[in-house]
């Protein structure tokens, strides 16, 4: 009896063993840390979605950070920002509003 209990015991440590060599990633992936350090040679504006080259992206990328920048909203979505942002505002004080 006690050894088909050591026997029980074995196998199931065998067995767990093997569930851990199953949670492993494929040997192909490439590990986030390498991913995280590559150079992005493709980008695409954040305005129209076209390709642009890295130079040009950066560039983009430094203008639309600047604050010095005057960026033109079309009035309806102006608007409708500004609607959004009052209805915020109601919100807590008018709970029924949708």
Do not use: W
């Not at 920048?69 to 509003?97: G, H, M, S, W, Y």
Request: charged share 20%; proline share 11%.
């Amino acid at each position: 009896m006690a050894h088909l209990h050591s026997l029980l015991i074995g196998l199931g440590c065998v067995a767990m063993l093997g569930n851990v060599a199953q949670a492993l990633p494929p040997p192909d992936d490439v590990p986030e840390e390498v991913l995280r350090t590559e150079l992005i040679t493709e980008a695409r504006s954040p305005l129209d979605g076209e390709p642009i080259d890295p130079v040009n992206y950066a560039t983009l990328q430094d203008q639309l950070r600047d604050p010095n920048i005057e960026t033109v909203v079309n009035t309806e979505i102006a608007q409708l920002i500004q609607l959004l942002e009052f209805r915020r505002v109601l919100k807590p004080i008018l709970p029924f509003l949708p």
